[in-house]
């Protein structure tokens, strides 16, 4: 459907363009001017809610993009702020004149300015750092006005220097005390010597950055540009150069080589924003969303530091061919910092597919089915996909005798929209299950058409903050049909958006620049059945239940530009035929979890953990530095009992699944693996006494009891 869609956006903007062509030519020999003209073209003519270029979105463009080439404002003085200035409300016109004036200052500043910084660090770390001095660095660097002079810039270089130094320094005295402990005869280094060497290895991560900089296109600082713009439109709206798009395919056909994980820029912070199931980090499990990467290290080299690097850059640092080692140093999201060596790999698809377990409460047997994205092979739909997935394992579990069913959508991204339809459709009846709308298009509404209901038991879904796309759409249906409890986060990510990539080749009559790239466009978005947009609200959990990242920012409402809220009317569905006592179900559930001891550990972690995210503030102090480490440690030791929990329950794989693993023991040691983690999961306990609640609470079976009573 993805690629009929496209197909017709595509005809759409061939068609406008073909009319619009007496009046407006994209002919031109600069093919910087060439792409601000197509890119803003199609942002005008084919974007869910084109913005208005006036001076507003001058303004905007301006700050994001000086904030994008100079996060730590360590580069541009004040002065050169004031010259760029003039355009500040010029930007709009010089778009709209595909005048790159604005840009072509901006990167002759910035050039001349690197340049220049590598005399400064080079300068400052010529000079031992005293640790012993009571001195501090404010990281808040959005909130802290550009250098006024060159003696302040390098003042700025020196404090964010001993800061990027302090934790090598301690790492280094670490490894000499314990080199003293183990072998008594061992001459240890001096702090001097450490010290020097410390800074040694800054300097020599900064030349390595600087030399990788040097390599960097104006072309490349050009596309910098255009994203500025493009971002300006909503968060999902991108640019992709030629080499860019060719990567975007790749992912986009599952094959993922690298360490496993999607990045994102925020300030100047490279944070881990998903994890691929089936990746290095995924099985590894030492890093988790939220996670920061400080620096990156190929194995048996030193690392290089990546704050305030272009998110582009620091990936190509981060990603190698399979069998590599890299060696990141991540800031954790309790505030720790560790070095976590990984290997690369491609990602194992088969754990990205759906699977289930048993599940027994007493007597009692229930069925979960996981399911980490809405798959689907667009090339051979019948191949295989999530939908028919998890209606294969929906029988499977009736057969093994489950009186309730949980389908977990926890960190789900979402995926194909065909799968979501046909997926709700084996809950109930039929009916309307999303409405899709159109830029000054009518709403289209997609139905479950088939009258089969595969389960028509007990259902509870699990999401969190980062469930989204594809599996709000389903909690929201399941919801609004009052079919399913849904418990989790106060509300899912809110990605209510659809994206189409549209080839810019295919937009010009004739093309003398070779491959232009693409853009991925905002085109439509989802509402639910009820008339409410998924996007921002997402989806509100029927029982809202803290985790980790409650009071971390992670959603759609916490990107920049996101699409509002809004409302359209209702499609025309009837609630599942209320035979489940809906309400008294949630009140129960809320009941318990009020008195729930580890619930009430894991929401004072997550407010713990937002208090180390809002630390800006930070002491160059090494005494103090350490205390404050000690003490973050133990706080964050207290906070892994909340691994230690256990739910007494039991879970075990389907008999199909078991028959496997007599030839396949890595497929045993996974399954027991992930069975280990969900019977730490209160989550999943909770979801078990709902069903519980949902079976005893059935109107329609009490009914039937006391008709033959």
């Not at 104006?218 to 493009?230: G, L, S």
């Amino acid at each position: 459907m993805k690629k009929k869609l496209a197909f017709a956006l595509l005809v759409m903007l061939i068609a406008v363009a073909s009319c619009s062509f007496t009046n407006k030519s994209f002919e031109t020999s600069d093919k910087d001017k060439l792409l601000l003209d197509l890119i803003t073209y199609v942002l005008e003519k084919g974007h869910y809610q084109p913005k208005d270029i006036n001076d507003d979105f001058s303004v905007e463009v301006f700050e994001d993009f000086i904030n994008v080439i100079d996060p730590t404002k360590r580069y541009f003085l004040e002065k050169d702020i004031h010259e760029f200035e003039k355009y500040k409300f010029q930007i709009d016109d010089q778009i709209k004149n595909t005048d790159i004036s604005f840009f072509d200052l901006v990167h002759e500043r910035l050039i001349q300015r690197m340049q220049e910084a590598k005399g400064i660090y080079k300068d400052v770390l010529s000079e031992p750092f005293d640790y012993n001095s009571d001195e501090k660095i404010n990281i808040d660097y959005d909130n802290q006005p550009f250098a006024s002079t060159k003696g302040e810039l390098k003042e700025r270089w020196r404090k964010q220097l001993k800061y990027a130094t302090l934790g090598t320094y301690d790492s280094k005295l670490t490894d000499e005390e314990q080199k003293k402990t183990k072998d008594a005869a061992y001459k240890a280094k001096s702090v001097k010597e450490i010290e020097s060497e410390a800074r040694a290895s800054t300097e020599n991560t900064l030349d390595e950055f600087y030399d990788f900089v040097d390599e960097l296109e104006r072309k490349d600082w050009f596309v910098q540009y255009i994203n500025t713009i493009v971002d300006e439109f909503d968060p999902h709206t991108y640019y992709f150069a030629p080499d860019d798009k060719e990567k975007f395919d790749v992912s986009m056909s599952g094959k993922f080589e690298g360490i496993g994980a999607r990045l994102q820029k925020r300030k100047d912070e490279t944070t881990i924003v998903e994890i691929i199931s089936g990746g290095p980090v995924w099985r590894d499990k030492r890093l988790e969303v939220g996670d920061e990467i400080l620096k990156v290290g190929q194995e048996g080299e030193p690392p290089v530091d990546i704050v305030g690097m272009r998110l582009d850059d620091a990936i190509k640092f981060i990603k190698g061919p399979k069998g590599t080692v890299v060696n990141l140093t991540v800031k954790k999201v309790d505030g720790s910092i560790e070095i976590i060596s990984l290997t690369r790999d491609v990602v194992e698809l088969e754990e990205s597919y759906a699977k289930s377990a048993t599940v027994k409460k007493g007597e009692q047997k229930f069925g979960l089915i996981n399911l980490p994205k809405f798959y689907v092979d667009f090339e051979d739909y019948n191949n295989r996909n999530a939908a028919t997935d998890v209606a294969k394992e929906v029988e499977r579990l009736k057969e093994e005798g489950a009186e309730g069913l949980i389908l977990d959508l926890r960190d789900n991204g979402g995926g194909s929209l065909k799968t979501v339809v046909e997926m709700a459709g084996l809950f109930i009846k039929d009916g309307p299950i999303v409405q899709v709308r159109s830029s000054g298009q009518r709403k289209e509404v997609y139905d479950d058409k088939d009258e089969r209901i595969q389960w028509d038991g007990p259902l509870v879904i699990l999401v969190n903050e980062l469930s989204a796309s594809a599996s709000e759409i389903l909690a929201a249906a399941m919801q609004d049909y009052k079919r399913a409890i849904v418990i989790g986060s106060k509300q899912t990510f809110g990605k209510g958006t659809v994206q189409n990539v549209i080839p810019l080749d295919n937009i010009v009559r004739s093309n003398e620049h070779g491959d232009l790239g693409a853009i991925k466009l905002t085109t439509q978005k989802f509402y639910r059945i009820n008339g409410g947009s998924t996007q921002l609200e997402g989806v509100k959990s029927d029982v809202v239940v803290p985790d980790r990242y409650s009071y971390i920012d992670l959603g759609e409402r916490d990107q920049q530009n996101p699409l509002p809220w809004d409302k359209i009317s209702a499609a025309d569905y009837k609630p599942w035929e209320g035979y489940i006592d809906y309400e008294q179900t949630i009140a129960n559930s809320a009941s318990r979890m009020a008195l729930n001891s580890q619930i009430k550990l894991i929401e004072e972690n997550a407010k713990w953990l937002k208090q180390q995210q809002d630390e800006n503030v930070i002491s160059l102090n090494y005494s103090t530095y350490k205390s404050e480490e000690e003490r973050m440690k133990k706080k964050s030791q207290y906070f892994k009992t909340i691994q230690e929990y256990d739910s007494h329950l039991s879970f075990e794989s389907l008999k199909y699944e078991k028959e496997l693993f007599t030839q396949d023991e890595v497929l045993r040691e996974k399954r027991d693996r992930w069975h280990q983690d969900l019977a730490k999961d209160v989550y999943v306990e909770e979801a078990i006494n709902v069903l519980q609640d949902l079976k005893s609470n059935n109107i329609k079976e009490t009914k039937l009891a006391s008709v033959k009573g």
